[in-house]
């Protein structure tokens, strides 16, 4: 579970850079990591597993852990089972081992929003696919990747160069589609869907 080289790099430089993200610490075992959640009191734990028998521990261990904290779990195997328990946790993420550092910060970001995230690879496979009586159209889809980027209104209407009238407009048409309560609840549905990814 010891992250690789690239990715201790890269954890060492959220702890000292970035104001959004602070590395609680970090754990080589299962035992050690439920230890590490319950004196930290950890927001998330990203578990990078690396090799077959890490990914049959992390089996046995998901539940137990994922009752003290949201878990982004870095997978050789995109399992549906385990996709599914993180999905009943009410948050969590599951994406490839591979998964560049890019896609792991915005699935932390994602999670620590209340968000289920998922490798696009899944939506083939879930058990609960979501089904819209509309479909988006193209610029709707890009607005929904933008607000999954945590852009709001302005920031949203400036990069595609169109009014904030406009964007609220989007929003209200992809909200109706959706069926979603909220800008949050559209984009846990958009991407549990494989409508837009990470």
Known sequence: MTPSPA????????????PEIRVAGRAATF?????????????ISL?????????????DWLHELLDLTPIVLLSPKLDQSMFN????????????????????????????????????ALADQSTEPE?????????????LRLLADGLGNKDIAMKLDISEHTIKFHIRSILGKLGAASRTDAV????RSGLIEL
């Open 7 to 18: 990715r201790e790099k890269w954890l060492s430089k959220c702890a000292g850079g970035d």
């Open 31 to 43: 035992p050690f990591l439920r230890s590490l959640m319950a004196e930290t009191a950890a927001d």
């Open 47 to 59: 578990i990078d597993v690396q090799s077959e028998a890490q990914y049959a521990t992390a089996r």
């Open 85 to 120: 328990e993180i999905r009943r946790a009410g948050s969590g993420g599951l994406l490839r081992s591979d998964a560049s550092l890019e896609q792991i910060v915005q699935a932390i970001r994602s999670v620590a929003a209340g968000l289920t995230v998922f490798d696009s």
């Open 131 to 143: 089904s819209f009586t509309e479909q988006l159209t193209p610029r709707e889809i890009e607005v």
């Open 188 to 191: 846990a549905r958009g991407l």
